[in-house]
Structures are given as structure tokens and as C-alpha cells.
């Protein structure tokens, strides 16, 4: 009780002094007041989604720098501080280790998972044998297979994303919850337009294994009929051992795959040496985890047009 009571004081202390600046969830007049909520993402593509949800009405950043690997993100104590100080905190659960732990200890009620609204699967099943996406707390799914995090591959799920997000941050500022949901409706606009591209490109494709540096498109590959062989794993630092590497070299060859992907983020040496042993070419494709430096200019759309481009080119799509 003692500590409870001291637990609630401080915090009281600590809303009074916020007050002066921000508000303390003192609702819509405080927000409008400082030029818009603050919110803090874990990186690029929540970041695009909450700066086209939030319009004029929000300040965004982004965690990840650009060019910088999203999983393996280090925060810095500023990060951490702006982590605690946000209005909101677009992240996504079991994707950055570190942004995790930040949103636990010092976010609070601010942290939104998007992974929430994503729904989300285990790595091993991109053919739409859903599993609950209430909560993927990083739990395997179902049996031991870890929850594929990247859904923003998929338009469709990056849209729904979008949706949610207008709720949140409706809540948080209710006079912008009608621009919110507008501005959240031409993003899903400009993602099924996307994704009727990305449909019509990728329907009639000679291959339809997809072989990449780590395991990221399989939202993308279960969206649009293709099956996707990751070198490494969810994760670029998953490095596979040399009995792995020979069997993907083989499967290349056996499946006709006359491309292999490498990222822009991750170092292409192990998709080369794949490539070179089965004696196919490589091309690049983005996952979308950051924009590199070298991408001005680009935002989700445009790179994942170049995908499809370099998708139809090394699928043999017709
Ligand atoms: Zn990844």
C-alpha cells in the first residue's frame, strides 16, 4: 500500500511537470496545442504508415536510421528517452529485441504493437493458414515455429495496419479522428492499387520459388502464389551452416530458379556464394526494413514497384 501510494504521488509529480510541456494525457487541447501528438516508430515502414495516417496532425521519427539494420537495432539513451516521452509508439512486437524491451519498461500505455493488427503467422506457413493475430507476443504461433514479422511485405496487411492506427490515434487526439480515418482510407487506396499491381504482375510467373538472403518475403510470396526459400532465417544474423547452404544451392538448380535475391541492408556475400554454386544470377530486392541513403525520394510505394519490376525480371513473369 505504502508503495502503491508513493508510486501514485510520483507520477502525479512527474504529469504536473509534463504538463508544462506536452500534457499528461490531458487529451485533445493538449495535443493540439504542441503542433500534434508525437510518435516514435520502430522503423521505416511504420514510420510511412504513421506519417500518411497522421498527416499534419502528428510529428513522426523513426528509431532506425537509415541505411542502419532494422532487427538488430541498438538504441542509444536519447532513443530510450524518446521512447518515454512519445505520445505513441508504433512498434512491432518480436521484430527489434531492444525496442521491445524500451517499449515494456518505458513506454507504458503509449506502446502499440502493430504486429496486433497484422495478423501475423508462423514462418514456415505463408499460405494463409491463419493463426490468431490478437496478440503475437513473440510466441510461436502454434508448435515451436517462430511468428514471421514481416508483414509489411504484404500491402494488404500494411493496410490494415493503417486502419487500426487511425483508431489509436483517434483516441489519443479525437478531434483529428475523422482525418485520421480519411487519411487512413487513401492509404489503403494506394495499397490495394499496389497490391492489384503486384496481383496482375506476379500471376503468371514461369518460377514460383522465391530463393532470398534472409526470410522475409514470406507474406509477400503467400499474397501472391509463391513459395519462398530464405538463406538465412527470419533474421539476417541467422547465418546458415554449410550443409544448409548446399542443400538451397541444390533445390536452386532442381526448381529451375534462375535468380537469387540479395538485400540492400544485408550483406550479399552468402546469396552471391549460392547464386555462384548453382550458376544463376542475382538481383536486388528491398524488404523494406529501412530506406537506404541512396533511396531519397523513394517511400514504400515506389520500392515496392522496383520489387515487383526486379520480381517479374528474375520470376520470369509473363
Ligand atoms: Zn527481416
Known amino acids: 500500500m505504502n508503495t502503491s501510494t508513493t508510486r501514485t504521488a510520483a507520477t502525479a509529480a512527474a504529469c504536473a511537470a509534463a504538463l508544462l510541456l506536452a500534457g499528461c494525457g490531458g487529451g485533445d487541447e493538449a495535443a493540439g496545442a504542441s503542433g500534434g501528438l508525437t510518435v ?4 521505416y515502414p511504420l514510420q510511412w504508415a504513421a506519417e500518411r495516417v497522421g498527416g499534419d496532425r502528428v510529428d513522426v521519427s523513426s ?21 518515454g516521452e512519445a505520445d505513441l509508439l508504433v512498434y512491432l512486437d518480436g521484430f527489434q529485441p531492444a525496442l521491445d524491451e524500451a517499449a ?25 493458414d491463419h493463426t490468431d493475430g490478437e496478440h503475437a507476443d513473440a510466441e510461436p504461433a502454434h508448435g ?24 489509436e490515434l483517434g483516441e489519443l487526439d479525437p478531434d483529428g479522428a475523422a482525418t485520421f480515418e480519411q487519411n487512413a482510407a487513401a492509404l489503403r487506396a494506394d495499397l490495394e ?14 518460377v514460383d ?10 507474406y509477400l510470396a503467400g499474397r501472391y502464389g509463391l513459395e519462398v526459400v530464405g538463406i538465412s532465417g527470419l533474421s539476417p544474423s541467422q547465418e546458415p551452416n554449410p550443409a544448409q547452404l548446399a542443400e538451397i544451392s541444390t533445390l536452386v538448380r532442381e526448381l529451375g530458379v534462375t535468380t537469387v535475391y540479395t538485400e540492400t541492408l544485408v550483406d550479399p556475400a552468402v ?9 544463376v544470377r542475382t538481383a536486388v530486392l528491398d524488404p523494406l526494413e ?13 520500392v515496392m514497384r522496383d520489387n515487383l519490376t526486379t520480381l517479374q525480371d528474375g520470376q520470369d513473369c509473363s
Open 63 to 83: 528509431l532506425t536510421p537509415p541505411g542502419a539494420e532494422a532487427h538488430d537495432l541498438e538504441l542509444a539513451p536519447q532513443d530510450v528517452a524518446a521512447v
Open 144 to 167: 515451436d515455429e517462430p511468428v514471421d514479422p514481416h508483414f509489411w511485405l504484404d500491402p494488404v496487411r500494411l493496410a490494415a495496419v493503417g486502419d487500426a492506427l487511425a483508431g
Open 271 to 279: 546469396a552471391e556464394t549460392v547464386a555462384e554454386e548453382a550458376g
Open 40 to 43: 516514435v516508430a520502430g522503423f
Open 209 to 218: 520459388t522465391l530463393v532470398t538472403s534472409h526470410d522475409a518475403f514470406g
Open 193 to 206: 492499387a499496389l497490391d492489384a499491381e503486384m496481383q496482375t504482375g506476379l500471376a503468371g510467373c514461369a
Open 290 to 302: 529501412g530506406l537506404t541513403d541512396d533511396e531519397a525520394g523513394a517511400d514504400y510505394l515506389s
Open 104 to 128: 515494456r519498461s518505458e513506454a507504458g500505455d503509449a506502446a502499440w504493437d502493430a504486429g496486433a493488427a497484422a495478423d501475423l503467422i508462423a514462418g514456415e506457413h505463408t499460405d494463409g
